[in-house]
């Protein structure tokens, strides 16, 4: 559906921004609660602590989302996005605000299922919508989420130690199939991780394995990566078929995965571990390697079999040529 009105009766600018701004309030819902909480003054009175994480994201319309989405999915991508972030730190989410950026064009009843969708989410993962601001745009939509949460030990991507094991939920790669859109945050799953001491680091997967295992590789580690333990997922091995590359390489380079990528303290056992994963969530589980300690010449991800620097690691890159 296209985010755009060719009836002019049809466009937020029929409305103006006061009386948008109610429409949208009856869009959201349960999901804004009244003022002073909700949307209504100048800053969200929050009748309880906000927590100790703040994160934030946004949706840009041609970049994370086009036509082809659903308008009640691309609002609950929003809130996804974010609560991506949020189940990578261990922690649970509390409130978020949303900045709109809206061309004079943007259509109605898209917007309306687009908040649809949003409330929707929020309500289903306990997170209030406490307001926001309204902008008109020349390009867009385009939306920005920020958002609080809470952990009682937030997980860190600097944690890992040499020796540590590598471990990643889900499947990888493909998500342009339609998992960008359809994903679930691994919310149960950072909570159950935070829990354990042993957890040492995390990070959610949003720009590829290749990328974001690098952000867990702090000056002086490397990564001995078990390429044949990464787990691909149908769609990777489809797209594969198409493009010419690898489904490991799609794996490690469309990004928009949402899955966890975390270290558990080498001294750990392994199968029990695992033993204990499986008896807490559904999730899959894959373990496929190693944090080691590397010299400034080497390569920072080898090959577990051969020795030799895994190429292709570039992830998705923003603001590339």
Same mark, same amino acid.
């Given at each position: 559906?296209?985010? /755009?009105?060719? +009836?002019?009766?049809?466009?937020?600018?029929?409305?103006? *921004?006061?009386?948008?701004?109610?429409?949208?309030? +009856?869009?959201?819902?349960?999901?804004?609660?009244?003022? $002073?909480?909700?949307?209504?003054?100048?800053?969200?009175?929050?009748?309880?602590?906000?927590?100790?994480?703040?994160?934030?994201?946004?949706? #840009?319309?041609?970049?994370?989302?086009?036509?082809?989405? =659903?308008?009640?999915? =691309?609002?609950?991508?929003?809130?996804?996005?974010?609560? +991506?972030?949020?189940?990578?730190?261990?922690? *649970?989410?509390?409130?978020?605000?949303?900045?709109? /950026?809206?061309?004079?064009?943007?259509?109605?009843?898209?917007?309306?299922?687009?908040?649809?969708?949003?409330?929707?989410?929020?309500?289903?993962?306990?997170?209030?919508?406490?307001?926001?601001?309204?902008?008109?745009?020349?390009?867009? $939509?385009? /939306? +920005?989420?920020?958002?609080?949460?809470?952990?009682?030990?937030? #997980?860190?991507?600097?944690?890992?130690? $040499?020796?540590?094991?590598?471990?990643?939920?889900?499947?990888?790669?493909?998500?342009? !199939?339609?998992?960008? #859109?359809?994903?679930?945050?691994?919310?149960?799953?950072?909570?159950?991780?935070?829990?354990?001491?042993?957890? !040492?680091?995390?990070?959610?997967?949003?720009?590829?394995?290749?990328?974001?295992?690098?952000?867990?590789? !702090?000056?002086?580690?490397?990564?001995?990566?078990?390429?044949?333990?990464?787990? #691909?997922? !149908?769609?990777?091995?489809?797209?594969?078929?198409?493009?010419?590359?690898?489904?490991?390489?799609?794996?490690?380079?469309?990004?928009?995965?949402?899955?966890?990528?975390?270290?558990?303290?080498?001294?750990?056992?392994?199968?029990? /571990?695992?033993?204990?994963?499986?008896?807490?969530?559904?999730?899959?589980?894959?373990?496929?390697?190693?944090?080691?300690?590397?010299?400034?010449? *080497?390569?920072?991800?080898?090959?577990?079999?051969?020795?030799? $620097?895994?190429?292709?690691?570039?992830?998705?890159?923003?603001?590339?040529?």
């Amino acid at each position: 559906m296209s985010p /755009f009105a060719e +009836s002019s009766a049809g466009r937020v600018a029929a409305l103006g *921004e006061v009386a948008l701004l109610e429409r949208i309030r +009856s869009w959201l819902g349960d999901a804004m609660p009244p003022a $002073p909480e909700g949307m209504g003054d100048d800053c969200a009175v929050l009748s309880r602590p906000a927590g100790n994480l703040f994160a934030a994201d946004s949706l #840009l319309y041609a970049r994370h989302f086009d036509d082809t989405a =659903a308008p009640v999915r =691309a609002g609950a991508k929003l809130l996804l996005r974010n609560l +991506s972030d949020i189940a990578a730190m261990g922690g *649970e989410p509390r409130y978020a605000v949303m900045s709109a /950026f809206l061309p004079p064009a943007t259509s109605l009843a898209w917007l309306e299922h687009f908040c649809r969708g949003l409330a929707d989410c929020a309500g289903q993962y306990a997170t209030a919508l406490v307001g926001g601001d309204i902008t008109e745009s020349s390009e867009g $939509p385009g /939306f +920005s989420l920020a958002i609080t949460g809470y952990a009682a030990r937030p #997980l860190l991507r600097s944690g890992g130690q $040499p020796g540590d094991r590598l471990y990643v939920t889900g499947a990888l790669g493909g998500s342009l !199939r339609g998992r960008h #859109l359809d994903f679930v945050p691994r919310l149960a799953e950072g909570r159950w991780l935070a829990a354990r001491p042993d957890v !040492r680091a995390c990070i959610d997967l949003t720009d590829g394995l290749g990328k974001d295992l690098n952000a867990l590789l !702090r000056d002086g580690l490397g990564a001995s990566l078990d390429t044949a333990a990464v787990p #691909l997922s !149908r769609a990777a091995h489809d797209i594969a078929g198409e493009s010419g590359e690898s489904a490991f390489w799609h794996a490690c380079n469309d990004g928009e995965d949402y899955e966890l990528l975390f270290t558990l303290d080498g001294a750990t056992d392994p199968v029990g /571990f695992e033993r204990a994963w499986s008896n807490a969530v559904d999730t899959p589980l894959a373990r496929i390697g190693n944090i080691r300690a590397r010299a400034a010449d *080497e390569a920072a991800v080898i090959d577990a079999a051969s020795g030799k $620097p895994v190429g292709n690691l570039s992830g998705y890159t923003h603001l590339g040529a």
